[in-house]
């Protein structure tokens, strides 16, 4: 069973920086693009970042400049790099990618269970 897990989530003030890591397990074939998205309270759950196998990125206009998303394909590890954080990052933040199992070698999407992240003061 292929999974992704979050970490690196939680409480930081304003100004401040936190590193979000997402990792997959399981029977992995491979890992095509690999993001994170983000939901915030009564929000819909919106695209942060996106980083293709070929390790090519895009980024929300509101995160452009304070976020960097990167991936270590030898771990199946997707990290997202927050700088500068605002009150209105604070979100659920969820992890997503593309992947082939050894089982199905159909490119299915896959979802993370969230980590939240707060920024207050």
């Known amino acids: 069973q292929v999974q992704l897990v979050e970490s690196g989530g939680g409480l930081v003030q304003p100004g401040g920086s936190l590193r979000l890591s997402c990792a997959a397990s399981g029977s992995i074939f491979s890992i095509d693009a690999m993001s994170w998205y983000r939901q915030a309270p009564g929000k819909q759950r919106e695209l942060v970042a996106r980083?293709?196998?070929?390790?090519?990125?895009d980024y929300a206009d509101s995160v452009k400049g304070r976020f960097t998303i990167s991936r270590a394909n030898a771990k199946n590890t997707v990290y997202l790099q927050m700088n500068s954080l605002k009150p209105e990052d604070t979100a659920v933040y969820y992890c997503?990618?593309?992947?082939?199992?050894?089982?199905?070698?159909?490119?299915?999407?896959?979802w993370g269970q969230g980590t939240q992240v707060t920024v207050s003061s």
């Open positions: 980083i293709s196998s070929g390790s090519r990125t």
């Open positions: 997503n990618a593309d992947m082939r199992t050894a089982e199905a070698m159909a490119l299915l999407n896959y």
